[in-house]
């Protein structure tokens, strides 16, 4: 049996409103956006990665770097379906949404969602959760989080905390982060962009409870994640310290 064929797509606009020219932010001495790149050409299980920007800026940026870049139209709601439009125009088996403002993501932990993924082939989506760092807080809105069953399926997401440990046992199951990667087989991306919205996804603001109100399922690859994404310049500032302290 010939292994399935990975390609990892990272969409990135220009146009963020917390953090407007992102991608092309280069205090570090390289534009974030290659940042990102570099980290996802170390996932084993990828043979492919490529930037989808609406952005001349940004697509320039990507080709001189000899990265591969693809534009897309502009008028995309969201990073899913400006990965959907590209990957309309592959041949890869699965598709990985890497976001493009996490430059620290861990490649192994890419890997072991694909692999996941490519281990059930009854199952089109997988994501990835993680225990809590040291200093995260579960009560914050801004971290989603995630209860699995015991094969691996996403239960549900929440920007609450779940589960609710109502009589404060020591042995209660513990929040687990859920982290904004996701593969997917490439002919269900078309699939989940047809599907409408739905009231759970509206109420916690969270697309891919779309996918579970559906009734489709989604795997939870489970790894220790240290990365941030980089939404404020605040953020940056601090990605661009570390980046400092290593040098």
Known sequence: MNPLRVAAVIPARFASTRFPGKPLADLTGKPLILH???????????SRVIVATDDERIHETVLRAGFESRMTRADHPNGTSRIAEIAETLDEDLIVNIQGDEPQIEPELV???????ASRPDVNMATLVSPFATGEDPANPNIVKCVCAVDGRALYFSRSVIPFNR??????????????LYVYRRSFLSTFL?????????????????????????????????????????????????????L
């Open 36 to 46: 990102v790149l570099d980290r996802a050409a170390e996932c084993k299980t990828v």
């Open 167 to 180: 009589d404060g046992a020591p042995d209660a199951a513990q929040p687990l982060k859920h982290v904004g």
């Open 111 to 117: 890997d072991r969602t694909v692999t996941l993924l």
């Open 194 to 246: 047809a599907l409408s919205p739905t009231p759970l996804e509206r109420t916690e603001s969270l697309e891919q409870l779309r996918v579970l109100e559906h009734g489709h399922t989604i795997l939870c690859a489970h790894g220790e994640a240290h990365f941030t994404g980089i939404d404020t310049p605040e953020q940056y500032a601090a990605f661009v310290q570390r980046c400092r302290a290593r």
